[in-house]
Nanobody, 121 residues
Framework: QVQLVESGGGLVQPGGSLRLSCAAS????????MGWYRQAPGKQRELVAT???????NYAYSVKGRFTISTDNAKNTGYLQMNSLKPEDTAVYYC???????????????WGQGTQVTVSS
């Protein structure tokens, strides 16, 4: 069974930094896309950043230049480095991975459990 386990959330002051991690475990062929989403209270879940195997990245306009998405393929782990954090970045952050279980399998979506990020003084 494929699982995504997140870590790294917490409370940080405005202007501070956090790094989120998302480790994929279980048996699978490849991670084709890894992404981060967030959901603030009373709001819909929104895309933060994605990265496609091969290196292409995509960021929400609100985080461009402040957040960096990366992966360590050897560890099957994705990261979201968040710098210059603002109160409006406060949300539960979810990692998402589009995983191919076998070489010829269709890609399936998997989600982490979510980690709270609170930016406040």
């Amino acid at each position: 069974q494929v699982q995504l386990v997140e870590s790294g959330g917490g409370l940080v002051q405005p202007g501070g930094s956090l790094r989120l991690s998302c480790a994929a475990s279980g048996s699978f062929w490849s991670i084709d896309v890894m992404g981060w989403y967030r959901q603030a209270p009373g709001k819909q879940r929104e895309l933060v950043a994605t990265t496609i195997s091969g290196g292409n990245t995509n960021y929400a306009y609100s985080v461009k230049g402040r957040f960096t998405i990366s992966t360590d393929n050897a560890k099957n782990t994705g990261y979201l480095q968040m710098n210059s954090l603002k109160p409006e970045d406060t949300a539960v952050y979810y990692c998402n991975a589009r995983i191919r279980k076998y070489y010829s399998s269709p890609v399936l979506d998997y989600w982490g459990q979510g980690t709270q990020v609170t930016v406040s003084s």
